[in-house]
T-cell receptor, first 114, second 111 residues
């Protein structure tokens, strides 16, 4: 059963702490996305990679957020330092180039920054 | 800059009736449109899509209509079932897999 796996599912931290979220894309998918769900904006694109190379991270606050793909099976999203306004659900999604254009989403990481 | 807009945050419909969800977009370069469904505590899942070369795509109880001149698409669910209660996101892309999403519409199907 191929699926995108995200960890942690829930994270509560204090303002100023570093937070790292991890994502394992579906095997064979070469495009990986990080989205953030907020009440007002819906799903906002933070960054995405193709073949591990960053293609667009314009949606990400550069001073505190960073996204990487150390290898084809792992994508990370790091926030340092975290702030209360970062509280949201962060979704990772993957897709296969040349496919239907459909993105497959993980279950999300719910972050609460106190 | 919200390029995809879902102006109705919520919709309540009786079981068996039609649900109509609307979506507007501003970027004329979008050429692929999708609807995703999301249950609480789960990730969004793909529901149905349509290419800009078509004006209608049907899959079982779900039909998506595209009006390019109006930059508008809609999702029809007929008949609505209790399991359809979820948040529905409209999304659009320029064939580069970079999806722009709307804010979502919460559908509640009443028994």
């Amino acid at each position: 059963d191929a699926r995108v796996t995200q960890t942690p599912r829930h994270k509560v931290t204090e303002m100023g702490q570093e937070v790292t979220m991890r994502c394992q894309p579906i095997l064979g998918h070469n495009t990986v996305f990080w989205y953030r769900q907020t009440m007002m904006q819906g799903l906002e694109l933070l960054a995405y990679f193709r073949n591990r190379a960053p293609l667009d991270d314009s949606g990400m606050p550069k001073d505190r957020f960073s996204a990487e793909m150390p290898d084809a099976t792992l994508a990370t999203l790091k926030i340092q330092p975290s702030e209360p306004r970062d509280s949201a659900v962060y979704f990772c999604a993957s897709a296969k180039s040349g496919g239907t254009g459909e993105l497959f989403f993980g279950e999300g990481s719910r972050l609460t920054v106190l | 800059d919200q390029q995809v807009k879902q102006n109705s945050p919520s919709l309540s419909v009786q079981e068996g009736r039609i649900s109509i969800l609307n979506c507007d977009y501003t970027n004329s370069m979008f050429d692929y449109f999708l609807w995703y469904k999301k249950y609480p505590a789960e990730g969004p899942t793909f529901l149905i899509s349509i290419s800009s070369i078509k004006d209608k795509n049907e899959d079982g109880r779900f039909t998506v209509f595209l009006n390019k001149s109006a930059k508008h698409l809609s999702l029809h669910i007929v008949p609505s079932q209790p399991g359809d209660s979820a948040v529905y996101f409209c999304a659009a892309s320029r064939n580069d897999y970079k999806l722009s999403f709307g804010a979502g519409t919460t559908v509640t199907v009443r028994a």
